[in-house]
């Protein structure tokens, strides 16, 4: 019998520098970001070339941004045929803005990104998954505003963000204003628990083999694409530390050193491409690929 090809998982990457973090909320001034040492570009270069090595193209979910360094760093995202997508503009979590707010923000950052990188911007991440209950108005606000899909919805329990009951796996979603594919970051089912296997943190904190364990089964068992996520910080051991309380300086610098490591592994071990491969060029072709149903237990 034939081998099955093998799956190709996303790759995608929330470019933000190591102060944007919301576990540095109140830690950090807003003001003071323009005085620290903005670490974003070099780090994101760095995966840019691991990617290349790998023969890797990704989604990168950037910030708007008006930097010169900005500009140049979202130009070489794109010539290096990655897709560019929106992680909103001033990183703020959603279930914190208004809707005004919030539909400001990702409209800068759309027409921002899409300026820099001379290309379309379909795709949004927001800040820590922060689309949960209470913020599911934000889906139809980003149609509105001529998003296709989101990524903003982690499918577990966590105290700051996730909707434990959404689907696992993209799905299309249908307004009365259009449709949305959502794009969950990836977990595995065991008992009645959705565990988190889809980078981050995880990816960080636990050892690779639980990573790779979890990516496996996702392809091996369900025959499914997993979603994983990091950020350009998560490569840099040498960044400055930020005087945060115990719980978020393990979230935030365990195990640096060993990521970028950890990451030449899944490149070698898995497949990957970008986000939007995933869905196919619109939700509608995204809901004729067996991923049409009611993933959202919500009224909103
Ligand atoms: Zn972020």
């Keep these: 019998m034939d081998a099955e090809p093998p799956v190709v998982n996303a790759m995608s990457v929330d470019v933000e520098d190591y102060f944007h973090v919301s576990v540095f909320d109140g830690v950090v001034p807003r003001h003071r970001w ?20 790998a023969g890797v193209r990704a989604t990168f979910f950037v910030l708007g941004g008006r930097r010169k360094s900005h500009k140049k760093i979202v130009g070489r995202i794109v010539d290096a045929g990655n897709e560019l997508a929106s992680h909103g503009y001033a990183h703020r979590l959603v279930y914190d803005q208004t809707p005004t707010a919030f539909r400001e923000d990702v ?20 800040p820590s998954y922060s689309v949960t209950p209470r913020s599911l108005w934000a889906l139809d606000i980003l149609i509105e505003e001529g998003y296709w899909y989101d990524a903003s919805i982690f499918p577990i329990m966590h105290d700051r963000y996730g909707i434990p009951v959404s689907a696992r796996h993209p799905y299309a979603l249908r307004r009365h204003g259009g449709a949305l594919a959502e794009v969950p970051a990836s977990t595995v089912r065991v008992a009645s628990w959705n565990l988190p296997i889809g980078g981050g943190g995880y ?39 930020l005087p945060a309380g115990l719980v978020s300086r393990f979230r935030h610098y365990r195990n640096l050193a060993k990521t970028e490591e950890r990451l030449r592994a899944l490149l070698r071990d898995f497949r990957f491409g970008p986000v939007r491969d995933l869905v196919l060029g619109d939700a509608e072709t995204a809901s004729a690929q067996d991923t049409a149903h009611a993933a959202l237990p919500y009224v909103w």
Excluded at 34 to 48: A, G, I, K, M, P
Excluded at 107 to 126: I, P, S
Excluded at 208 to 224: C, K, L, P, S
């Design 34 to 53: 323009e005085q620290l040492e903005s670490r974003v570009c070099v780090n994101t270069d760095r995966l840019l070339a691991m990617f290349a090595d």
């Design 107 to 126: 409209r800068r950052a759309k027409g921002l990104l899409e300026d820099a990188g001379g290309t379309l911007v379909g795709g949004y991440r927001a």
């Design 203 to 241: 990816f960080r904190i636990f050892p690779y083999a639980y990573t790779h364990w979890g990516i496996a089964r996702v392809n091996r068992v369900e025959h499914r694409p997993a979603v994983f996520y990091l950020h350009p910080w998560e490569i840099d051991p040498d960044q400055p530390r």
